[in-house]
Every structure is written in C-alpha cells, then in structure tokens.
C-alpha cells in the first residue's frame, strides 16, 4: 500500500473511502483533472473542473491541526477562482472531531447547503454514508447550482468505472442525491 493511501485510510473512516486501485485509476484516466497534491503534513486529493473544484479528500497531519495549514491549503484553492464544494460528516457529538472539521471549514468561509441531502450506500462497507454538502464561492451561488455540481461530482468521482472496482453497479446519482426544493407559503 502506498504511503499516501495508508495516510488516508488511517484517518478516514472506511465508508468514505475508496479502494487505491480506483483512486489511482482516477489520478491516470483524469489526469490533470483529478489531482493530488502531497506534502509532509498535508494529503489533498480534488477534482478540477472548468467551473468548480470538488475536494475528496483533505487530511493535515495531527502535527500541523491548528497551526494554519489548512487554511493556506484552502487559501490557495481559492485563488482558482472558481467555487469549491464537499462533503462533511454531520456534526456528533461523540466525535469530536465533526464539529471542529465543521468549524474550520465555516472559518474558511464555507456554507452548508441545507437544500441538499446525500446518502450513499458504500460499495464495499454496505454502510449507510449520510454526508453534508458544503460550499464556498466567490460569488453567490444557488444550492441548486451547487447540488448540480454535486451531481457531476459524484458520477466522475465517487462511481466513475466502480463495477470494476467493487463488483456492482454503484448508486445512480437519483439515488444518493436529494434536492429539497425550498416552498414558500402565502400569508394570508
């Protein structure tokens, strides 16, 4: 196992991730697309689109936690231009960690699109993976942009070519992702 690999899958919980022969598969048919960006204390995996970025991974070594790491990593994404999104664990308060993840990614400027739910049945844990979406943007963008993004995201990330690697079919993007439309009723 790789270095990098064995870096995530020790912090990651298994039902958020995924095998290192997809990963790498992703890295040699997206090329330049899907990217990973690697350093002593950091491990970035992301896909670069023409109109977003969507992280799929982000891990800082326990060493750097808190030391601002993170935000020059962010920091540098931004400076894309282009709006980023991901995916988070809803906050447990068993976890500790949920709420701090949470709290530097809404430090960083990130929202929650709250219109948007994401379940996922993991291919290989059959684990139920509730995840929340977040997003920052230079400018304002709709949920409904974002939950579009998402979509794509997800085909081209989480169940690009996964038959191969799991031996069944993934989820089809209706089933993992809900779109909430907001109803307004009128005061009478």
């Given at each position: 196992?790789?270095?990098?690999?064995?870096?995530?899958?020790?912090?990651?919980?298994?039902?958020?991730?995924?095998?290192?022969?997809?990963?790498?598969?992703?890295?040699?048919?997206?090329?330049?697309?899907?990217?990973?960006?690697?350093?002593?204390?950091?491990?970035?995996?992301?896909?670069?689109?023409?109109?977003?970025?969507?992280?799929?991974?982000?891990?800082?070594?326990?060493?750097s936690r808190g030391?601002?790491?993170?935000?020059?990593?962010?920091?540098?994404?931004?400076?894309?231009?282009?709006?980023?999104?991901?995916?988070?664990?809803?906050?447990?308060?068993?976890?500790?960690?949920?709420?701090?993840?949470?709290?530097?990614?809404?430090?960083?400027?990130?929202?929650?699109?709250?219109?948007i739910e994401y379940?996922?049945?993991?291919?290989?844990?059959?684990?139920?993976?509730?995840?929340?979406?977040?997003?920052?943007?230079?400018?304002?963008?709709?949920?409904?942009?974002?939950?579009?993004?998402?979509?794509?995201?997800?085909?081209?990330?989480?169940?690009?070519?996964?038959?191969?690697?799991?031996?069944?079919?993934?989820?089809?993007?209706?089933?993992?992702?809900?779109?909430?439309?907001?109803?307004?009723r009128t005061a009478?």
């Amino acid at each position: 196992m790789e270095k990098w690999y064995q870096k995530l899958t020790d912090y990651f919980p298994a039902n958020e991730m995924k095998s290192q022969e997809h990963m790498k598969t992703l890295f040699k048919d997206k090329e330049g697309i899907y990217v990973k960006e690697e350093g002593p204390q950091h491990i970035l995996v992301y896909l670069e689109k023409e109109d977003f970025i969507f992280i799929d991974y982000i891990l800082i070594t326990n060493l750097s936690r808190g030391k601002g790491l993170g935000s020059k990593i962010m920091d540098g994404l931004k400076r894309k231009n282009k709006p980023i999104i991901l995916e988070v664990d809803p906050v447990d308060t068993s976890v500790p960690d949920t709420s701090k993840r949470l709290r530097f990614y809404e430090r960083n400027g990130f929202k929650e699109a709250e219109g948007i739910e994401y379940k996922r049945i993991h291919a290989v844990t059959n684990e139920l993976n509730e995840m929340n979406i977040l997003y920052w943007s230079f400018s304002p963008r709709s949920e409904r942009w974002v939950f579009d993004r998402m979509q794509i995201a997800y085909e081209q990330v989480h169940a690009y070519r996964a038959r191969e690697f799991y031996g069944k079919e993934p989820q089809g993007t209706n089933e993992v992702l809900y779109y909430k439309e907001k109803s307004y009723r009128t005061a009478y």
